[in-house]
């Protein structure tokens, strides 16, 4: 899988912001459900907004 870069500006989402985008990102990735569950820590979320047309072609 190729991902091209982009740029972008994203700042970690804490308590509260981070709840509600964990459906959404089980629904894209399911096994991070159980990645979830088996630690104590709290695993940072970060939703890229993304800040300019260009990238590396």
Request: charged share 20%; glycine share 12%; hydrophobic share 40%.
């Amino acid at each position: 899988m190729f991902f091209k870069p982009l740029p972008g500006d994203g700042p970690p989402r804490h308590a509260g912001r981070g709840d509600r985008l964990w459906p959404v990102v089980v629904a894209a990735m399911p096994s991070y459900a159980a990645y979830r569950a088996a630690t104590a820590r709290e695993i940072p979320l970060v939703l890229v907004t993304r800040t300019g047309r260009g990238g590396v072609t």
